[in-house]
């Protein structure tokens, strides 16, 4: 059974940080690219960022240089580092695991950040 459960959420002051992370199960970890994405009330779900291997990611512009992405292979998780925080990234955040044919996504974690 494919399981991608998303943690680390939570209410946070404007300049703060958080840690998401996105442990998996059920599949191949390391032939998926992981990625980050996001959906504020009202608006559609958009694209944080994503690593397809580890030597390699990609971040919407929104979100460059105050954010990253990690993942470990070894632990099936992946990670999104969020530091700089503004009030414009709250949202639900998702993990999205995207293979050749398949694509998974968790069930969302809830990041407030207050002014």
């Known amino acids: 059974q494919v399981q991608l459960v998303e943690s680390g959420g939570g209410l946070v002051q404007a300049g703060g940080s958080l840690r998401l992370s996105c442990a998996t199960s059920?599949?191949?970890?390391?032939?998926?690219?992981m990625a980050w994405f996001r959906q504020a009330p009202g608006k559609e779900r958009e694209f944080v960022a994503d690593?397809?291997?580890?030597?390699?990611?990609y971040y919407a512009d929104s979100v460059k240089g105050r954010f990253t992405i990690s993942r470990d292979n070894a632990k099936k998780t992946a990670y999104l580092q969020m530091n700089s925080l503004k009030p414009e990234d709250t949202a639900v955040y998702y993990c999205?695991?995207?293979?050749?044919?398949?694509?998974?996504w968790g069930q969302g974690t809830q990041v407030t950040v207050s002014s």
């Open positions: 690593i397809p291997w580890s030597e390699s990611s």
């Open positions: 059920g599949f191949s970890f390391s032939n998926y690219v």
């Open positions: 999205k695991a995207a293979g050749e044919r398949t694509e998974y």
